[in-house]
């Protein structure tokens, strides 16, 4: 996201766009038409209605390369819409809630005087209450939803889906196939779908391009839990792009986070227990990803306060004790829970609390933060968003297409440090502390009477949620009925190995290439 207030790079109506690169010159394919696309794989030869046939593949549809901001809409008839298969002429076109997923991106800029986090910290804003005092803090709030309905309705269709008694094997097979965009790892070189994810982010905000190609300098990153370093093997990668003259573009540093109930017998080196596959990240990123990229193995739970402390002194000590650090770029998993599991955000609490500590304590002035939330519909979230904003000269909340659509998941884009984060550092650190001894459990981190009154930040927070409230929604109507269809003896067929059709895999290859990401050879 650069700061140069001429760059004409955008183009939407939407507000609070500016300064970045949206159009990726790929129209998104419609979600409607995915169940009966996906009865066809890549490959096969089958009849399929509507469909026709070039070479040996199948193809339901081509769209026309147009822009994604002068495609015309479809609108399903709410939220309460059930998605229907079409025939393939004329081609479809996206429905809002497609190209909400396509290019979904809201910013919100910090306007804040200077010294305004100095008052933070003042009684007038600061506070930790527990939920033995207040349980609102963790309730959905309508001034952050817009309409409770949309979450009354997700909660519904997750009970249909749970009632289902799908195995994981079987909801990711029936999610695989009503997903446009499913193929999207399948298609790159990649081993991690992080990387993708980081991928297109970047491509968006430039979060890492901003700091390479930068003569005489090099990209320091912390890479906090990165399913087998996906984050890291990225930014390595595309260091090594625009390295000049045999430079070493990127040097980091990785957190192998596997949470608070990982078995204390697995190794700690990559998320989950998983090693990193250094020699793979080496092929990738043209050099020796061993020499690029230090890996902390002093401990595996980033929701231990002693942990955190340790890990930013192994940060630091490498770069003589202070912040230097140019970006953080953190995500979690909660034991690979599905996406129809219920309290998603309050897991999330701890975990966004100690990446943040982190980041505010080893990012450089103008440095960058990115992490995942699932949901953030309730107070607290906001807060914690609200103290980490206050700290940046912008936040942007971008949706990436590799994310499941039956999830509220979505990455925060922190933009530029500025100012002294160490009072809302140490603040978030005390939080985490109660958290982790179990003193109580948290309710509210700042005044919410004050952050639901910053119209700035608010309105654009809800607005996100409820843009991505209604794209899950209909992603999981879709699931479910794909699920309920379902023949119990055809069940076994969604414990295969899922191939991609035609529709997904050309969809997936259009747009890496047009994010400028390895395409594999299939």
Known sequence: MSLDESSSLYA?????YRCTKLDSGVPPPSMSTMPLSNRNPRGSNANVPGQHSRGSHQVQYQQPRQSQHNLPSRHHGGVGSHPVARPAPPPPVPSDVDAAMARFFVVINNTHPPGFIEKLTTLEWSRMMSERDDVRGRRPDIRLIGDMGLLSEIDRQKDILQKLSLSTAEYRSVCAQSNPYEALQHCSTFDSESAVVLGQVDFLLQPVREYLGRPGKQLRFVDLGSKKGGFSQYILWRASRQARGGEEGAR??????????????TDSGGGHGVEIDMRRMTLECGGSAAGLLSVFKQGTNILDPATVEAFVEFVMGGNDGTASIDLVVAEHYWNDMPDYALGLERLQYAYTIAQAVIALRVLRQGGTFVFKMAEAVTPLSAEILFLVFACFERMATVRSLASKPTSAERFIVCNHLKGDPRPIAT?????????????????????????????????????????LARTQVTALKTVSAAASDRKPTTRSDMEECFSPSTLQTETAERLLKSWGLPVASL
């Not at 980091?252 to 017998?265: R, T």
């Not at 608010?458 to 607005?463: M, S």
Request: proline share 5%; charged share 15%; aromatic share 12%.
């Open 427 to 467: 603040h978030l650190l005390s939080a985490l502390a109660k958290i982790f001894a179990d003193q109580f459990k948290l309710s509210h981190l700042v005044s919410w009477t004050n952050v639901s009154g910053s119209k700035q930040f608010i309105g654009p927070l809800c607005h996100a949620n409820s843009k």
């Open 252 to 265: 980091g540093w990785y957190f192998g986070n596997a949470g608070a109930k990982q078995d204390p017998g």
């Open 12 to 16: 939407d109506s939407e507000p609070g």
